[in-house]
């Protein structure tokens, strides 16, 4: 399985969080067997916070905001918690050396006592309606940027756009990036708002200085695809299985919360 494509599903359904968050990020026994001195006290190490910044890193091509590394180092506890509540139950008879399958036996069982409750047609709609954003097709665009080497002054960067649509010189040098298909969301993440928004404002085929949220860029729109709504009716199986998927998540996450109130929990480098 791709990490990148495991991290960005992970982050669309939440009952993949325990098997991709945490069996692909976590595996390192090692990180865990020099801290059990105390089997009541879980240690969040700073070799643990620097494993999963870099393997966050690598799977989406970015730094975690601090909102991303209380969800990470939030699994590598549930997970912890899991593993421990599993040896104690002896799941580890045979796999004592295999973390990932004591997380799963101790999760299996966490999610065996688990029911969830009915459901109508007129609250599946109104959960439905409340995401909305999970089952529209969002809008996508093709856009090329300009990157500048060197001024990159409001002024400059002006002049440089003008130059590029040939009515300016400009001795600006650049580096080409081509987006294809990009998804509003994923821009918004990256640019900003106000920068998206300015996008479907723009004439396709002509350079423009655009604000963003870390500046001008410089880019030329070359097609815009738009979105569509999703219909409830279309796809009440899929919401349906969808809610399922969640509330069981939910309810596992609880689970584990209940038995983790057990431990003290300690992160280095933050106050005792």
């Known amino acids: 399985m791709d990490l990148s494509n495991a991290l960005k599903r992970a982050a669309r359904e939440p009952l993949l969080h325990f098997l991709c968050l945490g069996l692909l990020l976590f ?36 730094e975690p905001t601090p909102g991303d590394m209380k969800k990470l180092i939030d699994r590598w506890v549930d997970n912890e918690v899991l593993y421990r509540e599993g040896v104690s139950l002896g799941l ?50 093709d856009f090329m940027e300009a990157v500048v080497v060197g001024d990159s002054t409001p002024e400059s960067l002006e002049t440089f756009a003008h130059a590029l649509n040939g009515t300016a010189r400009s001795d600006t040098q650049s580096d080409l990036r081509v987006f294809k298909d990009r998804p509003r969301a994923n821009l918004v993440e990256s640019y900003g708002v106000a920068f998206v928004d300015q996008l479907t404002q723009l004439k396709l085929g002509e350079w423009q200085a655009v604000p963003s949220s870390a500046g001008l860029r410089v880019v030329r729109v070359e097609a815009i695809k738009p979105g569509s709504t999703a219909k409830f009716d279309d796809m009440k199986d899929a919401v349906l299985q969808d809610w399922k998927d969640d509330a069981t998540a939910q309810r596992l996450t609880d689970a584990v919360h209940e038995m983790g109130r057990k431990y003290t929990v300690r992160t280095e480098g933050q106050p005792s």
């Open 27 to 62: 595996g390192a026994d090692h990180v865990l067997n020099a801290r059990r001195e105390n089997p009541q006290t879980i240690v969040v190490g700073a070799d643990v916070q620097k494993e999963v910044r870099e393997i966050f890193v690598a799977g989406m091509q970015r």
């Open 92 to 141: 580890d008879r045979g796999d004592s050396t295999i973390r990932e399958r004591v997380i799963f036996k101790a999760m299996s069982i966490a999610r065996s006592g688990i029911s969830l409750p009915a459901i109508d047609e007129p609250q599946l709609r109104a959960w439905f309606e409340a995401r909305h954003d999970r089952y529209d097709t969002p809008a996508r665009y």
